[in-house]
């Protein structure tokens, strides 16, 4: 009876996915060993950091189950509005078929990119980021661009810039967790990508465009939980309640929008077992991609040593491939604004 009362609580904890959250700590010196590292773990960490909580002790975290349960009724009624469902993008299928017609030039690309000022403005700022900028100097051209990086690298870059507006709408005290989000989603999508063409030797861009739509569908997921904090009755913004939203509606949200924009059946087979315990294929590479992104992120941010970070990506991977993949997430200190 005491436990069906709990369960009845606004606050009470629930039961997530991952069942330990190693204590954030900052970075530890040089030939110190760091604590332990449960790498199951580390999506939550990034997480929990994001939302400015890192250093609240995770039994501390109290979790709203009513702004819970109405941000997951808003987010999988039928009639989703198109606040939460972003329409696909008009100029996605026409990118996609020229980029994957061999015989269409870098000028015939450039100009359906350059239809779009937003479009193009966003993509030479993703190809001078530092996860993706191949030269010194940056690229001043979409042509350009399109010859430097070829085919394979425009269609992952173009699929970033359409969703970025959408992952960067965010204001307020929810700006900054944007940001970082963006971060971790890009990074995500391109350790996913390396993962699936490399090991699993699945399609890498189809890899990017799932991890790309996880961190679409978890800015969604937040933007349902700010629509909610809002109605009356008024409630404060606990980010143990908003990590259990991420938790619970980023996957589910993101199968839905892979449905609504008619992407392949591998894609949403994989966003559908992104959270297997034995995923295998494009889902493991997900995994994969949502880990070493952590990693990065919390080295980045002081909250995790490299020896820890790839200590924990070598639980889980060949350590040569952990050792390639480190290094491909820390191409730069971070992803230029």
Not at 85 to 99: A, D, E, G, K, Y
């Amino acid at each position: 009876m005491v436990w069906l009362w709990l369960r009845g609580r606004d606050d009470a904890p629930q039961p997530r996915r991952r069942v330990y959250v190693a204590p954030a700590v900052a970075a530890s010196p040089a030939g110190t060993p760091g604590p332990a590292i449960c790498a199951d773990d580390l999506q939550r960490r990034f997480l929990l950091s994001a939302l400015g909580a890192a250093e609240i002790p995770a039994d501390a975290l109290r979790v709203q189950r009513a702004v819970v349960d109405d941000v997951v009724a808003a987010l999988s009624r039928a009639d989703l509005s198109s606040r939460y469902t972003p329409r696909r993008p008009n100029l996605l299928p026409q990118l996609i078929q020229s980029v994957n017609d061999s015989t269409a030039s870098s000028r015939s690309i450039a100009r359906i990119i350059g239809s779009d000022a937003v479009l193009a403005a966003t993509l030479l700022r993703i190809a001078n980021s530092p996860l993706y900028r191949l030269q010194q100097q940056d690229v001043q051209s979409i042509e350009r661009a399109v010859t430097l990086i070829g085919n394979d690298g425009i269609r992952q870059i173009i699929s970033a810039a359409l969703v970025q507006p959408v992952m960067e709408s965010a204001s307020g005290v929810d700006a900054e967790f944007a940001r970082l989000l963006w971060e971790y989603t890009l990074r995500v999508s391109l350790a996913a990508a390396d993962h699936a063409r490399s090991v699993e030797r699945e399609d890498g861009f189809a890899a990017q465009l799932a991890g790309l739509l996880l961190g679409l569908s978890a800015a969604m997921a937040m933007q349902a939980a700010a629509d909610v904090l809002v109605r009356p009755p008024l409630r404060t913004r606990e980010p143990g309640t908003l990590l259990d939203i991420l938790e619970r509606c980023t996957a589910p949200t993101a199968v839905r929008i892979a449905e609504h924009w008619k992407l392949s059946a591998a894609i949403v087979q994989a966003l559908k077992q992104v959270d297997a315990a034995a995923a295998t294929g494009l889902a493991r590479s997900l995994q994969i991609g949502q880990l070493a992104a952590s990693a990065a992120m919390l080295h980045a941010q002081g909250w995790m040593s490299e020896a820890d970070a790839c200590a924990a990506l070598a639980s889980e991977l060949p350590e040569h491939v952990a050792t390639w993949l480190w290094k491909r997430m820390n191409q730069a200190d971070g992803v230029q604004e």
